[in-house]
């Protein structure tokens, strides 16, 4: 077996003369552009204007075009020095359809040579690893009964977009539901039943918010939707149309029982921030308040009628 | 009047939130002398095509000439505008 060599002696053999005496320069260009073309991420190096100089074969395949088709042509100015940063790359198709998409992971150095300086990206193809990546995210941020977001996923999602209201100063209603009698509903026509009735609830808040907003169902009963770029005068709004999908969906001739949801609203001011767990405690608490009036007033109508049967007897 | 082009793949929060970073440097450096046209590539792929795109999120700066085209990181506000000045381009 042959011995390892020492790092000494790679660097005596980079510099090893050829029979003539002069360095064996062809040989070491010649094993750097074996590198540069096996490499298995794609290269591509552009000059100051965005033009590109040079790809290898990694990066001809990324890109779905030849050398001949991109050297001299505008790529754009890489920009990403520090972190790697993720981009789309768009691959030719037919009739000038994108056909694929990919996503890559870039780079870049920048190259001092002779008179100019040369900026090298680096791309990595980490299409499934984003695909991977997404299921993950999918799988722990979303409920499996409605499809909406979960807790976790709302939190998630609610965290950015306060960020966002902070520095677009726009405000957010956060509207904090619960299906009512779920138990009842569970007891009487058993757990599909329930699940069933879930799914609706989902469906109503769905249809009556933008997609734009977030939607999730926060606890076994509990939904909570973040209303985004709402004015602060327009939470009634929010909640009576979602009163007024949830009438029409209670319209519908076949149903064996109504759902009732309860609701309550948080306003977001960027002025004073608050968390996202304080807002859905303060619609949660608001919520519960909604839910009390509504148990009082049907006590009271009861004892309207227990009256009314009263006198009449 | 400064005009510019962004592409993009998707409306993705990330993505937005890169939208609305954007819009801030550029009031903030042009008020309202500018004007900002987002391309979803997914919505109008053959721009992208007819465009030389070839990744997202690109950035082009199509009027006053030179063309300037930045592919990829725009947070640093120093950096963009020092690349949208710089004379290299063409």
């Given at each position: 077996?042959?011995?390892?060599?020492?790092?000494?002696?790679?660097?005596?053999?980079?510099?090893?003369?050829?029979?003539?005496?002069?360095?064996?320069?062809?040989?070491?260009?010649?094993?750097?552009?074996?590198?540069?073309?096996?490499?298995?991420?794609?290269?591509?190096?552009?000059?100051?204007?965005?033009?590109?100089?040079?790809?290898?074969?990694?990066?001809?395949?990324?890109?779905?075009?030849?050398?001949?088709?991109?050297?001299?042509?505008?790529?754009?100015?890489?920009?990403?020095?520090?972190?790697?940063?993720?981009?789309?790359?768009?691959?030719?198709?037919?009739?000038?359809?994108?056909?694929?998409?990919?996503?890559?992971?870039?780079?870049?150095?920048?190259?001092?040579?002779?008179?100019?300086?040369?900026?090298?990206?680096?791309?990595?193809?980490?299409?499934?690893?984003?695909?991977?990546?997404?299921?993950?995210?999918?799988?722990?941020?979303?409920d499996?009964l409605t499809?909406l977001n979960?807790?976790?996923?709302f939190?998630?999602?609610?965290?950015?977009?306060?960020?966002?209201?902070?520095?677009?100063?726009?405000?957010?209603f956060l509207l904090f539901s619960d299906l009512d009698n779920l138990k009842w509903i569970n007891?009487?026509f058993?757990?599909?039943e329930g699940d069933q009735a879930l799914i609706e609830a989902a469906t109503i808040h769905r249809e009556t918010f933008?997609?734009?907003d977030i939607i999730a169902r926060v606890g076994g009963d509990e939904f909570a939707v973040l209303a985004?770029?709402?004015?602060?005068?327009?939470g009634d709004i929010l909640a009576a149309r979602l009163q007024e999908r949830l009438r029409t969906h209670n319209a519908q001739?076949?149903r064996r029982y109504k759902l009732s949801i309860s609701v309550g609203l948080d306003?977001?001011?960027?002025?004073?921030?608050?968390?996202?767990?304080?807002?859905l405690?303060?619609a949660d608490r608001s919520m519960y308040e909604q839910k009390q009036q509504k148990k009082q007033m049907r006590?009271?109508?009861?004892?309207?009628?227990?009256?009314?049967?009263?006198?009449?007897? | 009047?400064?005009?510019?082009?962004?592409?993009?793949?998707?409306?993705?929060?990330?993505?937005?939130?890169?939208?609305?970073?954007?819009?801030?440097?550029?009031?903030?450096?042009?008020?309202?002398?500018?004007?900002?046209?987002?391309?979803?590539?997914?919505?109008?792929?053959?721009?992208?095509?007819?465009?030389?795109?070839?990744?997202?999120?690109?950035?082009?700066?199509?009027?006053?000439?030179?063309?300037?085209?930045?592919?990829?990181?725009?947070?640093?506000?120093?950096?963009?505008?020092?690349?949208?000045?710089?004379?290299?381009?063409?």
């Amino acid at each position: 077996m042959e011995e390892a060599k020492t790092p000494e002696f790679w660097l005596n053999e980079r510099s090893t003369m050829d029979q003539g005496g002069k360095p064996r320069v062809q040989d070491h260009e010649e094993f750097f552009r074996l590198i540069v073309e096996h490499s298995a991420d794609a290269i591509i190096v552009v000059d100051r204007g965005g033009f590109v100089r040079f790809l290898n074969p990694a990066a001809e395949h990324l890109f779905g075009r030849t050398s001949e088709q991109m050297v001299g042509k505008s790529f754009g100015f890489p920009m990403a020095f520090g972190m790697p940063l993720e981009l789309n790359i768009l691959r030719p198709g037919q009739e000038s359809r994108v056909a694929e998409m990919r996503v890559a992971e870039m780079r870049v150095a920048e190259i001092a040579r002779q008179n100019e300086t040369l900026y090298m990206a680096n791309l990595r193809d980490i299409t499934e690893l984003v695909r991977l990546r997404e299921e993950l995210r999918t799988m722990a941020l979303i409920d499996d009964l409605t499809g909406l977001n979960n807790r976790r996923g709302f939190s998630t999602l609610g965290q950015q977009q306060l960020k966002l209201a902070d520095r677009t100063k726009r405000g957010m209603f956060l509207l904090f539901s619960d299906l009512d009698n779920l138990k009842w509903i569970n007891d009487t026509f058993g757990h599909h039943e329930g699940d069933q009735a879930l799914i609706e609830a989902a469906t109503i808040h769905r249809e009556t918010f933008r997609q734009s907003d977030i939607i999730a169902r926060v606890g076994g009963d509990e939904f909570a939707v973040l209303a985004v770029e709402a004015y602060q005068d327009s939470g009634d709004i929010l909640a009576a149309r979602l009163q007024e999908r949830l009438r029409t969906h209670n319209a519908q001739s076949n149903r064996r029982y109504k759902l009732s949801i309860s609701v309550g609203l948080d306003y977001y001011d960027p002025l004073s921030p608050r968390s996202i767990d304080e807002l859905l405690d303060r619609a949660d608490r608001s919520m519960y308040e909604q839910k009390q009036q509504k148990k009082q007033m049907r006590n009271s109508e009861r004892g309207i009628e227990k009256k009314k049967h009263g006198n009449t007897r | 009047m400064y005009t510019f082009l962004l592409y993009i793949t998707g409306r993705r929060q990330k993505t937005l939130a890169l939208i609305e970073t954007l819009k801030g440097f550029l009031t903030e450096r042009f008020k309202d002398q500018y004007s900002l046209e987002i391309v979803d590539v997914l919505e109008d792929p053959r721009r992208a095509e007819e465009d030389m795109i070839l990744a997202t999120p690109t950035l082009v700066k199509s009027a006053p000439p030179p063309i300037r085209k930045i592919i990829g990181d725009f947070r640093n506000s120093q950096d963009l505008f020092a690349l949208l000045n710089s004379t290299d381009h063409t």
